[in-house]
């Protein structure tokens, strides 16, 4: 079956410490992948994607993500995490042809402490 | 200009009520989603329409009733109200399948 992982529900950091966020999935080819963001109250915001090429992608904000095929993993990196990144962070999914149908993680808060 | 917009924001119902929420995005793309979120933030796909066209029915009461009158707009009308009900309905849309998706601002449905 289909699905994507994430084993971390709640993690803490301290403001300026570095940050790593897990996210598994299992598919039956490799799928598009996504990071999203969701601050209090908003909807989500994309912060990176991964459809070919080049194993680790930027996206905005300061955040990486590392593709390792051979473990079927697309970690969420960032060298110096900021106040501001306290929301909840989702990894996503999505069929390279035809289906629409994007499978969502369950998500990890995430608490930056002053 | 909000680029997908869903109204309204906050509602708060009766059990056994009738409701919609509005969706509409005005960046050409020809898909649009309905995503229920409940209380422990878990995203799931109820519907999804390409082009006017239902392509993703997920396993979703029938109280829940999708409609498109046209590619930008995608409203979600649910009968009988239950408690369960309660949640955070996003809309989204995508240019294509495998495309980043734009989130609305969400909807929380109250149901008392």
């Known amino acids: 079956a289909q699905s994507v992982t994430q084993p971390d529900i709640h993690i803490t950091v301290s403001e300026g410490a570095s940050l790593e966020l897990r996210c598994n999935y299992s598919?039956?080819?490799?799928?598009?992948l996504f990071w999203y963001v969701q601050s209090p109250g908003q909807g989500l915001q994309l912060l990176l994607k991964?459809?070919?090429?080049?194993?680790l992608v930027q996206g905005i904000k300061g955040f990486e993500a590392e593709f390792k095929r051979s473990q079927s993993s697309f970690n969420l990196r960032k060298p110096s995490v900021h106040w501001s990144d306290a929301a909840e962070y989702f990894c996503?999914?999505?069929?390279?042809?035809?289906?629409?149908?994007?499978?969502f993680g369950t998500g990890t808060r995430l608490k930056v402490l002053a | 200009d909000t680029a997908v917009s869903q109204t309204p924001k906050y509602l708060v119902t009766q059990m056994g009520n009738d409701k919609s929420i509005k969706c509409e995005q005005n960046?050409?793309?020809?898909?649009m989603y309905w995503y229920k979120q409940d209380s422990k933030k878990f995203l799931k796909i109820m519907f999804s329409?390409?082009?006017?066209?239902?392509?993703i029915n997920e396993t979703v009461p029938n109280r829940f009733s999708p409609k498109s009158p046209d590619k930008a707009h995608l409203n979600l009308h649910i009968n009988s109200l239950e408690l369960g009900d309660s949640a955070v309905y996003f809309c989204a849309s995508s240019r294509a399948s495998g495309e980043k998706l734009f989130f609305g601002s969400g909807t929380q449905l109250s149901v008392l």
């Open positions: 960046l050409g793309h020809d898909t």
């Open positions: 329409y390409n082009n006017k066209e239902l392509i």
């Open positions: 996503a999914v999505a069929p390279t042809s035809g289906t629409y149908k994007y499978i």
């Open positions: 598919y039956g080819a490799t799928p598009y």
């Open positions: 991964y459809f070919s090429g080049d194993t």
